[in-house]
């Protein structure tokens, strides 16, 4: 986690510490309550100030092809991540598509700008560690709100930490390395939050309980990634899938 980041978690955890007192009986389903309430506040003060300023900013600036084209950069970046979780799972035909769509969009696709192995018909899709573990058999633990990064499980953020053993460069050492992985951070982030504006914004109008809301979608989006998409949850709001990244 870089600096920025460390320092933004360590205000977290300083709310979060002061909320944990509030954890009872109330919340058996949720252990953690009192941490991840105090982070779930700490995120959306943190939203609120800088982040969704910055993804309007960024649509109002970047027009929708230009923004599509990062999309679609960013989404091939992860296909390594994306791969090695399909061998893992035994899914030998998703990772032969994996790799096909890698090098038909970074050759004519220039680099992933354009997505032309969408339009050839070879879908995407996404893996990460936290899907793999679930394959196997390990159990998600217990909720867990993260600073910046969000809703997940104990599973899903050891996931995030063991996918970094599944990017070329974390291996790759070479001048403006630390630059380059903190723009990435950066940049999916803000791409990820300016999809979801208008969604993020009706799930906090129609919730009564956004904090329990929220839970609730996570943890049925992941139930539906795990299946491979078998799972109906046509009740939640249409969210533009979340990709982890550096």
Not at 93 to 108: D, Q
Not at 147 to 169: H, K, Q, Y
Not at 171 to 186: D, E, N, P, V
Not at 195 to 207: K, P
Request: charged share 25%; glycine share 10%; proline share 4%.
């Amino acid at each position: 986690m870089r600096p920025v980041f460390r320092a933004l978690a360590l205000i977290g955890a300083v709310s979060a510490v002061s909320a944990c007192s509030t954890n009872s009986v109330a919340h058996q389903d949720d252990p953690l309550y009192g941490w991840n309430k105090g982070v779930f506040e700490f995120n959306n003060a943190a939203d609120k100030i800088i982040v969704k300023p910055v993804a309007k900013g960024y649509r109002a600036v970047v027009p929708k092809p230009g923004r599509d084209g990062v999309r679609n950069i960013l989404s091939n970046l992860r296909s390594p991540v994306t791969f090695g979780n399909d061998v893992l799972q035994g899914k030998f035909g998703r990772a032969g598509k994996t790799l096909v769509r890698f090098g038909i969009n970074s050759t004519v696709g220039l680099l992933g700008l354009f997505d032309v192995a969408d339009r050839a018909g070879i879908e995407s899709h996404t893996e990460d560690m936290g899907q793999t573990l679930a394959t196997w058999g390990v159990g998600s633990g217990p909720y867990i709100m993260l600073p910046i990064l969000g809703p997940s499980n104990l599973r899903d953020a050891t996931g995030f930490v063991l996918d970094f053993g599944m990017e070329p460069m974390t291996y790759m050492r070479f001048k403006g390395r630390q630059a380059i992985l903190t723009g990435r951070f950066g940049v999916n982030g803000v791409s990820v939050r300016e999809a979801n504006l208008d969604t993020i914004e009706s799930l906090r109008a129609s919730s009564l309980d956004e904090y329990a809301s929220l839970k609730s979608a996570y943890k049925q989006l992941r139930a539906n990634a795990i299946a491979d998409g078998e799972i109906i949850i046509d009740d939640l709001p249409d969210y533009d899938e979340y990709e982890d990244d550096e």
